[in-house]
């Protein structure tokens, strides 16, 4: 089974507004990470958070984590075109991928 | 930088046919990683190795599938024989590990259909 799962599956935004998906796991963890793919760049890297940290920022992605819930989030202020893509969580357990939030950026 | 390099990016092949697929990890990296992603899912982990040693293959269906990391850099995954249902993007991903963090890089991916 997956050790990630994502919420919401799809989501559709305005540009400029802010995306939040959610990640659910269900064993301990060290790490979780968060991940990119799109058609132009593949899967890439956003963030990754400790377990024993509750909130990290990288720019316009702030990610959250609660271990007591197993749960992580990741928020995207002020999208734009370019965030339209599939995100995934992953954890460090077995690294297993959830199966990914489809976020679309609407002109 | 040059990333993870895999090869070939598309390969279509009859059914009962073998298929092989190479990656090619960033340098330095002791972590390489394989996974199969099937349309609209995320990546699946088949195998992943430390160094030489392959440290998780749990999820690698060794009937028809196998891996190699020779000398612990450049690494194999072949399928024999190919079966419909293994159409899907194989990626590989090499990762520096360092205690309790890893970030992986991935490659952009072989394509395979299986007909």
């Known amino acids: 089974s997956q050790q990630g799962e994502e919420d919401p599956q799809a989501l559709s935004i305005q540009e400029g507004e802010n995306a939040t998906m959610n990640c659910s796991y269900k064993t301990s963890i060290n790490n979780l990470q968060w991940y990119r793919q799109n058609s132009g760049r593949g899967l890439v890297h956003l963030i990754l958070?400790?377990?024993?940290?509750r909130e990290k920022h990288s720019g316009r992605l702030r990610v959250t984590l609660d271990t007591s819930k197993k749960s992580s989030s990741l928020l995207i202020t002020a999208s734009r075109a370019a965030d339209t893509a599939s995100y995934f969580c992953a954890t460090d357990d077995k690294i297993i991928f959830g199966k990914g939030t489809r976020l679309h950026i609407l002109p | 930088e040059a990333g993870v390099v895999q090869s070939p990016r598309y390969k279509i092949i009859e059914k009962k046919q073998p298929v092989a697929f190479w990656c090619n990890p960033i340098?330095?990296?002791?972590?390489l990683y394989w996974y199969r992603q099937n349309l609209g899912q995320g990546p699946e982990l088949l195998i992943r190795y430390e160094n030489e040693e392959a440290v998780d293959d749990s999820q690698l269906p060794k009937d028809r599938f196998s891996a190699e990391r020779l000398k612990g850099v450049d690494s194999t995954l072949k399928i024999q024989p190919a079966e419909l249902g293994d159409s899907a993007v194989y990626l590989c991903?090499?990762?520096?590990?360092?205690?309790?963090?890893?970030?992986?890089?991935f490659g952009p991916g072989t394509r395979l259909t299986v007909t």
């Open positions: 340098s330095g990296h002791n972590t």
């Open positions: 991903a090499s990762s520096l590990v360092r205690g309790e963090s890893y970030e992986q890089y």
């Open positions: 958070i400790r377990s024993n940290e």
